[in-house]
């Protein structure tokens, strides 16, 4: 990964976790007594996903925060950034970086469905005995999936509405997930 990248990423990856810890901070200050209007925090959930794979010459790192907002017990509404680091020995490196916008729909406790929406930009290094090429992609997705919901925790299958076999970052339009709120 060139130098200049991985600083680009590093500061992201700073700046959204110190963004997201501040609301904590923020939520304990003092009220005065006054409580807020609409209780807005009371209905924003934090969440999102680590993943870390290392293997054989080959490395992969994702950090993916999210927050959803409850509108009610049925639906919500919220955003995810997404940030990552693929690495394959003598092959290639990739960096990514996007955001997604989410609505859940809980019809019953136990079930959830979603759509998602999510704009991502890919940056990838080749390298081959004798050069290297750089290319640079935006991938958009549209996601619909359901899962079981037990608790904070939901796990299920979403499948990618606009996936292009030819053209995209994914090799396959469905995908599993777990998602996880407090």
Partial sequence: ??????KIVAKSILGVTTFLFSFGI?????TNGLQPPNNFWRNVQFGGGIGLSIGSGYTEITIAPSAIYNINQ???VGTSLQFGY???KNDYSSTLFGASLIGLVNPIPQVQ???ELEEINVNTDYQY???????TIWNT???LGAGYRTGNVTIGVRYDVLFNNNNGYYSDPFMPFI???F
């Fill in 129 to 135: 005995p004798g050069g290297s090429n750089t290319d």
């Fill in 179 to 181: 998602r996880v709120y």
């Fill in 86 to 88: 693929i690495s394959a």
């Fill in 1 to 6: 990964m060139k130098k200049s990248t991985l």
């Fill in 74 to 76: 049925v639906v919500s």
């Fill in 26 to 30: 923020f939520a304990q200050g003092p």
């Fill in 113 to 115: 469905l979603s759509v």
């Fill in 141 to 143: 997705a549209l996601y």
